[in-house]
């Protein structure tokens, strides 16, 4: 009897091990499939280089122009945004009341009483509405730089919006300096890094207004669709929308 029952044991223990390694041939099997639709996903992606996103930091350049804007946008409000400590402003307009600002999200989460300052913040939301909603009259002038002495043509700044072929939307502010030829000026582009430093011109107008309006509407298309492809922003099979968001005629 006893020699049955330790038979009985070692046929089940036997079964068992079989039945454990079914389960782990099926695991390994589900694991291999698993890796191979992995493979399959992966295998076009290249290889992850912490280098190839250093051009995404700006050393905080973009940060910088953002608080320039709003410090301009406030004193045309008759206010100041002024500092007030380590990423730390002060919004101060008439008849509101005062709001604290910072460029540091870990600060605005830690201090109620601190504003994230972002593109969408109520009172910076209002103004980028207001400005980019402006009449095109409003978005032309006549006038020079300081330190351009001889050089005149057109300074036109465009948004442009790319939409890729995987869905992805990418937007960039575009210099485009075009000189009175009708080509593309990368001197003027360079000065218009100093647009607030424009002054009204001296002699007048240099181009009548069909000139300007045809170099507006057409070259500039032109130039700014090249200058897009050369730059590498307009990949392969990519479309894209702009807007014109300033124009200055450089006269002497």
Not at 80 to 88: L, N, S
């Amino acid at each position: 009897m006893e020699d049955r029952w330790l038979s009985v044991d070692v046929i089940a223990a036997c079964l068992g091990i079989k039945r454990t390694r079914q389960e782990l041939e099926v695991a390994m099997t589900n694991a291999n499939l698993a890796w191979e639709v992995v493979f399959e996903l992966f295998k076009n992606f290249h290889k992850f280089n912490l280098g190839d996103y250093k051009r995404f930091d700006d050393e905080g350049r973009g940060m910088r122009r953002f608080v320039a804007f709003v410090q301009r946008a406030a004193r045309l409000d008759g206010g100041e945004f002024r500092p007030r400590g380590k990423d730390v402003f002060e919004l101060v307009l008439p008849g509101q009341d005062t709001l604290l600002f910072t460029t540091d999200r870990d600060k605005a989460l830690q201090q109620e009483a601190l504003n994230l300052l972002g593109l969408e913040h109520p009172v910076v939301k209002q103004w980028l509405d207001r400005y980019t909603s402006l009449n095109p009259e409003e978005r032309a002038f006549i006038g020079n730089i300081e330190g351009n002495d001889d050089e005149t043509g057109l300074i036109t700044i465009w948004q442009v919006v790319v939409h890729g072929k995987g869905g992805q939307v990418q937007q960039r502010i575009v210099r485009l300096g075009i000189s009175p030829t009708g080509e593309r000026s990368p001197y003027l582009e360079r000065l218009s890094k100093d647009l607030l430093k424009a002054y009204p011109c001296r002699k007048g107008v240099s181009q009548d207004r069909n000139t300007v309006n045809r170099m507006v509407n057409g070259t500039a298309s032109e130039l700014l669709q090249r200058k897009l492809v050369y730059s590498g922003f307009l990949p392969e099979g990519a479309s894209y929308s702009y807007k014109l968001l300033a124009c200055l005629e450089v006269a002497l």
